[in-house]
């Protein structure tokens, strides 16, 4: 079983987290830049974070042969503190680094206008930077928070198809479904979703445009939660191939509309998989 | 090492129009190089130049970018590697000593040095290194040791080892012995040499 990981904070996991995700299978992660637990007050702080995921962590994860990439983003819960605010004026130059393919996590946590402000804003940047973009849905008021997330999306003129809203569950699949952008869901051990409900996910909606990630963070959370929903498949009767699919396909091909996943390796590619060529980009 | 060994290595690179207009413009307006550098690897490719061994496509062009600006270059150098991810970093350490800085380069390496990534610290000990103080080298050829990155990496090795560097690798080879822990291959090599070059010449009799 091969994993990709598309949302992972690996900043905040050890090496014995990266050997287990290796023996496991998985072999690439996004690291999307978000909270830290402890609020930042300066954009010192987060420039600092983000080189750490276009240089260290991208290090440290190569030692265990797994590929890291990384979303880039002022979060959304961060957005409301004004010291915060020029965080997006160093966004750019960050949008442009090769391990960067997509902008997030954007989007809502309270809902406030100042959330409102820097979700469009840098909506908007994953336009001018050809990126996708990684929508983090609140966990708070969730139905609502999706709903203005999409509407916000449908404003800003980003094609549906590079958009993810993640952390969904039962209550707001089908208001992702239909809009044309893909669905993230992270399993954990107690919250948000888990792979039994995972798999009654995918029965009901099929394997398309459906991304799992494990969300792992600073909080009670599991890397391995990526390789139990793809044995929970296959125990449903989903075939080896609709795992790939889900596990590995689907995240490449969200990811790879960056043109800068670098998947190149012999042992990442297979056969099977006919899409390659979209792994580099050429531009 | 040349600029124009550079380019002659370059010739094959998948998107080369995009490499000359790049060179061209940098030249005539040094503030674009900020918005070409971090586009190379996607440009160039990343793999290593049979030509030029040691450099990668990146890396040789990224060197090439800056070479190829018209003044500034300390400044631009140190503002691309302050920005830069890992892989530019790499490419801004590698090119240090094609340009015409000086010592203004020596913090740059300072900084890759101090880092736990072993491609930095690596590329801080190339050529460019002679601009190092002998305490600070030595440290480097000892950090090199303890990291697995390999000598080879390391230039002007046997001209630069001195006593206190064989000092401290016979200290760091006995703390490894009485761990029961082994050294690289290459460093006890290393210490062998320094340790036989210390020997008085044997006297016939
Ligand atoms: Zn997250």
Known sequence: MRIFDPHIHMTSRTTDDYERMAAAGVRAVVEPAFWLGQPRTSVGSFTDYFDSLVGWEPFRAGQFGIRHHATIALNPKEANDRRCRPVLDELPRYLEKDGVVAVGEIGYDSMTPEEDDVFAAQLALAVAHDLPAMVHTPHRDKVRGVERSLAVVAESGIAPERVVLDHLNEMTVKLVRDTGCWLGFSIYPDTKMSPPRMVELLKAYGTDRMLVNSAADWGRSDPLLTRATGEAMLLAGFTDDDVDRVLWRNPVEFYGQSGRLDLTDDDLTEPTFAGNSILRGGS | ?205
């Open chain 2, 1 to 205: 090492m040349t600029v124009d060994e550079l380019r002659a290595a370059l010739r094959g690179v998948p998107d080369p129009d995009w490499l000359a207009t790049a060179l061209d413009r940098v030249a005539a307006e040094p503030a674009t190089i900020a918005r070409f550098f971090p586009a190379v690897g996607r440009r160039c490719g990343r793999d290593d130049l049979p030509d030029l061994p040691g450099w990668t496509a990146d890396e040789a062009a990224r060197a090439l970018l800056l070479a190829s600006l018209p003044a500034d270059h300390a400044g631009q150098a140190e503002t691309l590697y302050r920005t830069g991810d890992a892989a530019e970093k790499r490419a801004v350490l590698k090119a240090l000593p094609l340009l015409p800085i000086g010592a203004a380069g020596v913090p740059l390496l300072h900084d890759a040095i101090r880092t736990n990534d072993t491609r930095l610290v690596a590329a801080a000990l190339g050529p460019y290194a002679r601009q190092l103080d002998p305490p600070a080298w030595r440290q480097a050829v000892l950090k090199c040791v303890f990291t697995g990155v390999p000598l080879a990496a390391v230039a002007d090795l046997d001209a630069r080892a001195d006593g206190e560097l064989a000092a401290m690798l016979a200290a760091l080879a006995a703390e490894r012995r009485a761990a029961g822990r082994s050294m690289p291959a290459d460093a006890t090599e290393l210490l062998d040499r320094l340790t036989a070059a210390s020997q008085p010449e044997p006297r016939e009799v």
